[in-house]
């Protein structure tokens, strides 16, 4: 009996300071590149640093420059925006303050935001082994997006009370935390991860995916809105910014090139921070699914 107490407890405290030192290199992270991000503005520094260091953050910013109804032309933009229309309100808080404030801002949330979910992991993992590898994961997704200046955190954000709701039997207030999270589109897995796993039946599933389909109807209104958004989804560019054209002298090879060169836009380290909660999931069930086998051979 004090054995297992005395387990228990190693177990208690090492957690514990796994959680600690995850929040303290979470803190130590976003400071180091709150210091590389002033002696950028100060010294010269090589073109990918000055290019890529809070660049993703200020494709963002640039984005609302011009309204929402004028969103997906790029005309006078950065980049093409890939976002659902929505996010045009979800980071509108920001868009309206002058960019060198608002970027510290973004910092100080996505930091807020990270260290809530590490310490509120453990309410939906299924063992301490699956919580740390989300972890891990989910920390170099964050390494990238602090340093990008990306949005993904929101994603997992969003997705993390998705599930809480859904676990509660709540599956609206699920499906509209679900739809916040689809202005990024690859947030769309979770559903189907759902009805592969049999968290979702049909009947709920529909309900769940109910609010996304409402953001939805504004592209049936208005459906050169809507073309524009594709036509920016397919927009091939390198790191620069630049437009990237295939052209190997074949069209077969260029369709192909394409599509990886699309897929490697769509899937890039600092999405980590909510694949690795795809994979918390998926492990979920497998953990469940593996302790229910091992009960009915007992019986």
């Known amino acids: 009996m004090e054995d297992n107490l ?16 995850t929040i303290i290199s979470i803190i130590g992270v976003t400071i180091i ?13 090589p073109d990918f640093f000055e290019l890529s260091k809070d660049g993703d953050f ?15 032309d790029y005309t006078n933009k950065l980049r093409p925006p890939i976002y659902l229309y929505h996010w045009y309100f979800l980071f509108f808080p920001f868009g309206i303050i002058p960019a060198n404030i608002s970027v510290y801002l973004w910092d100080i949330f996505r930091v807020v935001i990270y260290i809530y979910i590490i310490l509120n992991i453990y309410k939906i993992s299924e063992s ?16 990238f997006d602090a340093y990008l200046g990306n949005s993904n955190f929101l994603v997992l954000f969003f997705l993390f009370f998705s599930h809480i709701y859904l676990k509660q039997g709540r599956v609206w207030i699920a499906g ?9 589109l690859v947030a769309c897995i979770l559903p189907i991860i759902y009805l592969l796993i049999r968290e979702l039946d049909l009947k709920s599933f529909i309900k769940y995916i109910i609010p996304f389909l409402l953001l939805l109807v504004p592209f049936l209104i208005f459906p050169s809105y809507f073309l524009q958004f594709i036509e920016n989804l397919l927009f091939l560019e390198d790191y620069k910014g630049d437009p990237v054209q295939p052209n190997f002298g074949n069209d077969i090879l260029n369709a192909i090139a394409a599509f990886f060169l699309f897929i490697w836009q769509a899937f890039q380290q600092a999405q980590l921070m909510y694949y690795s909660f795809f994979l918390l999931i998926i492990l979920n069930y497998i953990r469940i699914r593996k302790i229910e086998k091992e009960t009915k051979l007992e019986n």
């Open 176 to 184: 509209i935390f679900f739809a916040l999270a689809t202005f990024k």
């Open 6 to 21: 005395s387990q228990i407890k190693t177990a208690n405290n090492t957690h514990k300071t796994i959680i600690q030192i």
């Open 58 to 72: 200020y494709i963002l910013y640039d984005a609302q420059k011009e309204g929402l109804f004028k969103y997906y």
């Open 33 to 45: 590149f709150v210091i590389l991000r002033i002696l950028i503005g100060l010294y010269e520094f």
């Open 128 to 143: 301490r082994k699956n919580e740390y590898l989300f972890v891990v994961i989910s920390f170099i997704g964050f390494f």
